[in-house]
């Protein structure tokens, strides 16, 4: 049996989850499938699929293949593509993984726009405070606020925000503003905690950096959590500028404590560290690369 059908079937079944779906996808039988991989197990030596009833799911062994195939086969189709016309359509599945609220406010207003340029490209946005492992949750593009962990991932910087301290002005209304960040254990401050910063937030004076322990009535793991919170009127949140970047342009929002916080967080493209970066993720990333730039 022809090896590339086998990791077509391969990577067919693992990125729409069964072998009907993969039929599905590809155009072939379920039965041309299913003799596809069994031909292509039987070829390596191990079992790639754990098949039940109800699902199938990778082995260890077939998620490493997995990992290592994938790249090859998009490459392959990246240069069919560049040879064959300039004008080539792109198609197929991109999974971009973003936070939560910056990919609401930043991030899904732009995916419109992508779909427009490229109707038959497939966008699977996977909106998440957690930083997403690429490899693992098959990613192909990361768009990051502040640092990156991956030392060996490929990073495109193409923005920066500042961190600001803000309110609702109806709170600052009736307990009054913070003149210095010591004035903070006065106030209610509510705590995003899936971030560096969690219940102790940095500032800057002519001394130098320091940070201040804060503490109020409401703490999550979800910054849409602490801005609706901030938004109401309830406390006193620490953000990056875009996370509140449209509301700050009314009268509601302000900011305070400007002189005492300079830090900047990068806004970053990551491709995890691949060989072989397909040409639907490059055009992708190009596109968000010039949106983004514009935008932020």
Avoid at 22 to 48: F, P, Y
Avoid at 101 to 123: A, C, D, M, Q, S
Avoid at 219 to 246: D, P, Q, W, Y
Avoid at 265 to 274: E, T, Y
């Amino acid at each position: 049996m022809d090896r590339f059908q086998e990791l077509s079937a391969f990577i067919a079944v693992v990125e729409t989850g069964g072998f009907s779906a993969a039929a599905r996808r590809t155009g072939d039988s379920q039965s041309t499938i299913s003799k596809s991989v069994g031909a292509l197990e039987k070829r390596l030596g191990v079992i790639l699929f754990r098949r039940n009833t109800r699902s199938v799911t990778l082995t260890d062994e077939g998620q490493r293949y997995y990992q290592r195939a994938k790249p090859l086969l998009d490459e392959i189709d990246s240069v069919d593509s560049e040879m064959t016309s300039l004008t080539a359509k792109v198609a197929g599945q991109v999974r971009i993984a973003v936070a939560a609220t910056f990919g609401r406010l930043h991030i899904l207003p732009l995916v419109p726009g992508l779909l427009k340029l490229y109707p038959e490209l497939e966008v699977g946005l996977v909106l998440s405070d957690s930083v997403r492992d690429m490899v693992d949750d098959r990613i192909d593009l990361a768009i990051r606020v502040g640092t990156v962990s991956e030392l060996d991932s490929v990073v495109r910087k193409v923005a920066t925000t500042k961190l600001v301290c803000a309110g609702a002005r109806k709170y600052f209304d009736k307990h009054g503003i913070p003149a210095t960040p010591a004035d903070l254990s006065h106030h209610n401050c509510l705590v995003y905690e899936g971030g560096s910063t969690g219940g102790v937030w940095p500032f800057i004076d002519s001394q130098g950096k320091y940070s201040v322990p804060v503490s109020g009535n409401l703490k999550s793991n979800s910054v849409e959590t602490i801005r609706a919170g901030v938004l109401a009127g309830v406390g006193i949140g620490m953000f990056t500028h875009l996370s509140l970047a449209n509301e700050l342009r009314h009268f509601d929002i302000v900011t305070v404590l400007d002189d005492f916080l300079q830090e900047t967080l990068d806004v970053s493209l990551i491709w995890p560290n691949r060989r072989f970066v397909s040409s639907r993720v490059r055009l992708v990333t190009d596109y968000f690369d010039a949106a983004l730039r514009k935008s932020t």
